[in-house]
């Protein structure tokens, strides 16, 4: 007799289990579907051009980098955030400037910047 009362007890148990297992994936459903998770969407190859060498020793060496010049205006007596870059992809040489980052002359107006 105590055999059967044990395959009812091991069926419920089982039972339960399938229960929990989907009332999870519901749950997980029903979150993602209030509050969806976005995933970065990676479409295309990026293509990056070779490193241009300064003075190229070799003749597969790419020559002439390309320079930055510009100018930054000057507000309120203190240097401006700014970021200036040469032209290649990714850009090879880079200049990132936080707000007052350098000291400047009395009455300046505005920053020449350049990379060459």
């Known amino acids: 007799m105590p055999r059967p009362l044990r395959l009812a007890a091991l069926a419920s148990e089982a039972r339960l289990g399938w229960l929990v297992l989907v009332a999870g994936a519901v749950l997980i459903l029903a979150v993602q579907a209030w509050r969806p998770v976005g995933v970065p969407l990676y479409d295309g190859v990026v293509v990056q051009e070779p490193y241009r060498f300064l003075h190229p020793g070799d003749a597969d060496e790419a020559g002439s980098p390309t320079s930055y010049t510009g100018t930054k205006p000057v507000a309120g007596g203190a240097s401006p955030i700014f970021a200036a ?32």
């Not at 040469?86 to 990379?115: D, K, M, R, Y």
Request: hydrophobic content about 40%.
């Open 85 to 116: 870059a040469t032209t290649e992809n990714p850009p090879q040489a880079q200049l990132i400037s936080q707000s007052a980052a350098f000291t400047l002359t009395q009455g300046a107006t505005a920053l020449q910047v350049s990379i060459t």
